[in-house]
């Protein structure tokens, strides 16, 4: 029995592929594929087969091979290759190398650059986690840390489960795809190209796309308004935004998103050798463009600035579509404020907060610098099994969180050396080692961009008016 697997990896076009492949059910079926049918939400986003994706990635094996069982046998009555698409397969090679044993397989996926890929881990974040970091503070606690799903080695592990004929990776670069549409270069690597290839139907809809960035600052500025107990919040706030966005992205008002330039160098210069060995050993049809992002750059090289307008108007969408939810969190925030206000010794609202009052047009207060201790520090010094590098650890962590890299590294490095001293060793000692050279290179990072900004104010102040 043949299968072929989409396996993402997450956010490189998945959502388009499904749509486009449940839509073209029948056609798939005359040229020898069965595609298992699936749901979709009202913006026609679909996890694809995600009950069997995630089944596997639960553990729950019995659960899925009851559901290949049986696509597997409405293929064979069809006698077509049966045909999966589900990101939640993408980091389970040997759980489903373990499922599929007696089939004949065939592994799809698309990667995409890595910071482009962290730039679309901050925006989901944001979109379905309640994250309210901006992308530069997302984005620089990634520096000094290696992202397995993200530089590739994911598909290295595919390999080794299967093989390098039966594993088949391609670059997520439009300008790399088959007649620069995703859906027609699927359709070629399932052997469907020329006048075949025409005659499936396209949806001229945009199907998950990226938020706009108006949508996308709106989201992180109610992340912290919103309950996470109530999910159902923020699904429809999501589902509101993503209907928006789809009406408003296309490509004549695309911008790519900005990032300053010390933490864009930092993740390119990490993540280059990886780039440069997957288009060696691992990636089919790849330009060389792809080693460079298209959908970010650094500020220093960037025409896009931020946009208040945008934020404004899909403010506004909301308060249309979601009157009543708009209304309680509008009362909701003004409650806090008015809190803060009323209480000499009540704790800072997060600058968020106060920017997403400014947008709602309620009374904004200045805001007081605090850098409250977090609990889990609290715990750490009262504990009496703590040890001195346990302080100090705890510390520098503090001080890396409030933007003093500099005396985090310091303080670490001290902890570190007690650490040596009092001879501690096995996973503490080596958590120590990976946090120090994550600080370190976030402190290289640092003062790279220092000396970037100070070339540029000389540089600005050479020139004639």
């Not at 008015?338 to 947008?359: I, N």
Request: net charge neutral; charged share 25%.
């Amino acid at each position: 029995m043949n299968v072929v697997l989409h396996i993402g990896a997450p956010k490189t076009g998945s959502s388009a592929i499904q749509y486009f492949l449940h839509a073209n059910r029948e056609r798939l079926q005359k040229h020898g594929f069965y595609y298992p049918a699936h749901n979709f939400d009202e913006n026609f986003v679909s996890g694809g087969h995600a009950n069997f994706g995630a089944a596997v990635a639960n553990n729950e094996m019995d659960k899925a091979q009851q559901l290949l069982q049986e696509w597997r046998q409405q293929a064979e009555q069809k006698d077509c290759t049966l045909l999966l698409s589900s990101e939640a397969l993408y980091r389970c090679p040997k759980r489903v190398k373990k499922l599929l044993e007696g089939f004949d397989a065939r592994i799809l996926g698309y990667f995409r650059h890595p910071l482009e890929s962290l730039v679309s881990n901050h925006n989901q974040s944001i979109k379905r986690h309640y994250s309210s970091l901006t992308l530069d503070d997302f984005l620089f606690k990634q520096v000094g840390i290696s992202n397995r799903g993200v530089s590739g080695q994911v598909f290295y592990e595919w390999r080794k489960h299967f093989s390098a004929e039966q594993v088949s990776v391609r670059p997520y670069y439009q300008p790399g795809f088959f007649k620069a549409a995703i859906e027609l270069d699927f359709l070629q690597r399932l052997g469907i190209e020329g006048w075949s290839a025409r005659r499936f139907k396209r949806s001229k809809a945009r199907i998950n796309t990226s938020y706009t960035q108006g949508a996308l600052e709106i989201k992180r500025l109610l992340n912290g308004l919103l309950d996470q107990q109530q999910p159902k919040e923020s699904r429809l706030i999501d589902r509101a935004l993503q209907a928006y966005s789809d009406q408003h992205n296309n490509s004549r008002n695309w911008q790519p998103q900005v990032v300053s330039d010390g933490v864009y160098e930092a993740i390119t210069a990490r993540y280059q050798p990886a780039m440069e060995k997957a288009q060696r050993e691992l990636l089919e049809n790849c330009p060389a463009g792809f080693l460079s992002p298209r959908t970010v750059q650094p500020i220093t090289y960037s025409q896009t600035r931020f946009d208040l307008i945008g934020v404004v108007d899909a403010y506004k969408t909301l308060c249309r579509q979601l009157p009543e939810l708009m209304e309680e969190l509008q009362a909701r925030l003004l409650q806090k404020l008015t809190s803060q206000r009323s209480q000499d010794d009540a704790e800072s609202l997060p600058y968020a907060l106060l920017k997403l009052a400014e947008v709602m047009g309620l009374p904004v207060p200045e805001p007081k610098i605090e850098q409250p201790l977090p609990a889990t520090a609290m715990d750490t010094f009262l504990s009496e099994k703590a040890s001195r590098v346990d302080y100090l650890r705890e510390i520098a962590r503090w001080l890396e969180r409030h933007d003093q890299t500099e005396s985090a590294v310091k303080v670490l490095a001290h902890g570190y050396a007690l650490a040596e001293q009092e001879g501690i060793r096995g996973e503490r000692m080596k958590a120590l080692q990976r946090q120090l050279a994550s600080y370190q290179e976030r402190l290289a990072t640092l003062a790279a961009q220092r000396k970037a900004d100070d070339e540029a104010i000389i540089g600005d102040s050479s020139d004639p008016d």
